[in-house]
């Protein structure tokens, strides 16, 4: 399962669940208020999804990365899976589905802030009901998950990855998911990663939170205490799909050293608000080596 690719077999075996999107961005001047209307001063469409944009960004970083996801039967899920093989993810795990590939509408203003609205399609109907969808949780060493897909999807994922003596890391975005679901997977989990936002409603104890802060680095809280990472100065051009480099690189990084993936991670995150758009935006692992180097060196 995992042999056979070269040089990556010595990184570390990340196998990713999440949702797989199309997204469509759109620039504005300023964000709409309710009931506004405003013009777009252009507008593209890129492969997206917290799934997808965590594999990529762990691909890039170095590791040796699946991604069980759903993907439909639509042009979107053609373009989707070769976005996906063309940055070294690994797709035996993906299922094809008949219905519509999952989509989002990305407001992008001038000042880098986002707008988001997700039409989830194929992403809602993943399940661990195949052996396919399975295989890849088997022999990795970290499983990253988010919550842009079925809930108890996510569970048995955690549960099986726990089993085989994997690492269990969830991002918990986006918001909403039921909150006894939400205990029952922080019981199983050795990682959570969430904003400040939701930060304020994470109440489960886990043996390592790491809090998202933007332009302020992260937090990583045990119960030793909290340590503190700063990221490089940058002028931001567009934060969408920085926490999802973020997290993506914390995963391929996590199970030889979790200090230094935490550094990396907080760097790729800054790195990934210099270019537009979120499926592209994850830096290569040279560049996030080139990036610390440039702050540790001496001025």
């Known amino acids: 399962m995992w042999a056979g690719r070269g040089y990556r077999c010595a ?15 759109f620039e504005v001047a300023q964000l709409p208020k309710p009931g506004q209307t405003v013009l777009a001063g252009s507008n593209r469409s890129e492969p997206g999804g917290k799934g997808a944009n965590q594999a990529v960004a762990a ?25 996906l093989q063309d940055n070294g993810v690994g797709v035996d795990g993906l299922m094809v589905l008949p219905m519509p590939s999952g989509t989002a509408a990305i407001m992008v203003s001038a000042d880098a802030e986002n707008m988001i609205v997700v039409a989830p399609g ?34 048995a994922a955690a549960r099986q990855a726990r089993a085989d003596g994997a690492t269990v890391m969830v991002n918990a975005s986006p918001d909403g ?26 109440r489960w104890p ?11 680095g992260a937090i990583h809280r045990t119960d030793d205490g909290e340590t503190h990472v700063a990221p490089p100065a940058v ?41 537009s758009g979120a499926g592209n935006c994850a830096p290569s692992a040279e ?6 180097d440039a702050v540790n060196r001496p001025h």
Do not use: Y
Request: negative net charge; proline residues 4%.
């Open 206 to 216: 886990v043996p390592h939170l790491v809090i998202t802060r933007g332009a302020q």
């Open 177 to 202: 998911a039921d909150p006894d679901l939400l205990g029952e997977l922080a019981a199983v989990a050795d990682v959570v990663i969430v904003n400040q936002t939701e930060a304020a409603g994470w």
């Open 59 to 83: 691909a890039r970083a170095g590791a040796d990365v699946r991604l069980v996801a759903a993907i439909g039967t639509d042009a979107h899920g053609d373009a989707l899976r070769k976005h």
């Open 11 to 25: 990184m570390s075996r990340v196998t990713v669940l999440g949702s797989v999107n199309m997204d469509q961005f």
């Open 235 to 275: 002028e931001a051009v567009d934060t969408t799909g920085a926490g999802d480099v973020f997290a993506g690189v914390l995963a391929a990084g996590w199970s030889e050293d979790p200090r230094h993936a935490l550094r990396r991670a907080v760097t790729a995150g800054a790195l990934a608000t210099l270019v």
């Open 122 to 155: 194929a992403n809602a109907h993943l399940s661990l009901n195949s052996a396919v969808a399975r295989a890849p949780i088997t022999g990795c060493d970290v499983l990253l998950a988010q919550l842009e897909i079925p809930l108890p999807t996510v569970l």
């Open 287 to 292: 560049a996030i080596r080139d990036a610390m």
